[in-house]
């Protein structure tokens, strides 16, 4: 252990003693303090908060990553390139300890530099809420505290399964009529749009039910009830009359709520608790009173939400820095990984590539994992249907095999608390295992085995005669 903590110091000092580095991190420290008066948001304190927190936490990660990345994937090549490293060799310091020791030491610096920032953005976000408190409202005051000031989870509604249900159908439909030829995409399609229809449009004066289960340890005597619909046309006056019932007669309370809001944007309801069972199951009714005869869509898939307050803001906070180190963390892992056989520039090159992959690691499974849908073009014959086939199955083939290379990158963006802070959401145990477990000590911990590998089978010196 002492002689990892010597080559992390080593590291450190050497960082400490580079004008480079003095240059930038200075910049960044000068910039970072003054986004709070250059980001203004849509002119209401809580979108400049919601503004200011989710530039400056991805300003951080960017920086700190970039700034991590060139120190990892220098530390090893300036060692061999200067050749100082069989100085190493020579001593009683295995290959690991040396692996350990740069990655340890650059760990350091930009952890230091990210409590740095994560006190500073704390104090930018304090700035703006105080600098305009004098002229919130007491609604306002309310709002930033519930929506923004706080460390919310979240609790969906039961959805059907609705793939199953359709399989059901079909089958059903199958021995009810044998001879039937119609193919079973149509037959899938057909009642696909019917349950649609069924589970998720309310035409006026029709009623809709939701159950909201798993609602536990709720702070407070309030919580959020989130929604949001779609019309089939937009409405004359731009608003939809609805009729709210939350709570289940003879259970709970019964707590009604008459509303008149805008279609195709979310909303926002404060409820007491009182109308949650002690199992934490939420009863929610919903009938449509537009004066219009519009049929509302509801599809329960992010459209319905119940948000309850379940922790306190800054310790939400200091975990979002610490999902940040573990991203930055598993960064030096793999620059140290780089720099063991590689050039610098290379390294470099590469230890960005797995940054900007991971950074979009999620979107990029989805994009690939989607159906393809191929427009309609006539009936092929012969070799052109062959060929068409072909094709088809080298793109499936393609496309399944740069989807599980992209699983192997970290995924980064699963961690990125962007997302959490600028809506008061709390993060849960769950994206903190997959930061530290997967991240950080599965992938990182690889990369970093993986570099010791490499460095004790490479040749640091040849002798000459």
């Known amino acids: 252990m002492k002689q990892v903590l010597a080559i992390a110091h080593k590291t450190v000092l050497k960082a400490l003693h580079d004008k480079m580095f003095a240059g930038i991190t200075l910049i960044f420290l000068i ?12 002119g209401s304190v809580i979108g400049h908060l919601r503004l200011f927190i989710s530039y400056s936490v991805n300003f951080s990660i960017f920086f700190l990553s970039l700034l991590a990345i060139f120190m990892a994937c220098n530390s090893l090549y300036e060692e061999m390139f200067r050749k100082q490293m069989f100085l190493l060799a020579t001593k009683p310091v295995r290959k690991w300890q040396i692996i350990a020791g740069h990655w340890l030491g650059t760990c350091i610096i930009v952890g230091t530099l990210l409590a740095g920032a994560t006190v500073i953005n704390y104090g930018g976000l304090r700035w703006i809420y105080s600098h305009q408190k004098s002229v919130l409202t007491e ?33 059903s439909f199958r021995k009810a009529n044998p001879n039937d030829k119609t193919p079973a995409e149509e037959l899938r399609e057909t009642y696909r749009k019917r349950l649609f229809y069924k589970l998720y449009c309310i035409p006026v004066n029709f009623q809709k039910k939701w159950t909201v289960s798993g609602i536990k340890g709720v702070k407070g005597d309030v919580f959020n009830f989130r929604f949001k619909y779609y019309t089939s046309e937009m409405p004359p006056d731009g608003k939809i009359n609805g009729k709210w019932v939350f709570g289940e007669a003879g259970v709970t309370e019964e707590h009604e709520v008459f509303t008149d809001k805008s279609p195709e944007t979310y909303h926002t309801l404060t409820l007491p608790v009182s109308v949650i069972s002690g199992d934490g199951t939420l009863q929610v009714k919903f009938t449509n009173q537009d004066n219009d005869m519009l049929t509302l869509i509801m599809p329960d898939k992010d459209n319905v939400e119940v948000l309850y307050e379940s922790g306190i803001f800054v310790i939400n906070y200091l975990k979002a820095s610490l999902l940040i180190f573990c991203q930055i963390a598993a960064l030096v892992a793999i620059g140290v990984l780089f720099s063991a056989f590689l050039s610098f520039p290379v390294a470099c090159l590469m230890t960005l590539f797995f940054f900007g992959i991971g950074t979009m690691a999620t979107h990029f499974v989805q994009m690939l994992s989607a159906p393809v849908v191929e427009e309609a073009h006539g009936h092929s ?55 530290f477990g997967i991240i950080l000590l599965l992938q990182g911990g690889t990369a970093l085995i993986l570099g010791t590998i490499i460095l004790h089978r490479k040749e640091l010196a040849k002798v000459t005669i």
């Open 381 to 435: 014959h012969g070799h052109e249907a062959d060929h068409e086939a072909v094709e088809s199955i080298f793109d499936l083939v393609a496309r399944k095999m740069v989807g599980s290379m992209i699983q192997v990158f970290p995924h980064f963006d699963t961690i990125n608390p962007t997302r959490f802070l600028t809506d008061g959401r709390f993060i849960d145990s769950s994206t903190m295992i997959w930061g």
């Open 31 to 42: 910039i970072l303090p003054l986004l709070p008066l250059l980001l203004r948001g849509d």
């Open 139 to 171: 609604e306002q005051h309310t709002d930033i505290a519930q929506n923004f000031f706080s460390a919310r989870k979240t609790a969906l509604p039961d959805n059907p399964d609705i793939d199953s249900m359709v399989e059901e159908s079909v089958l």
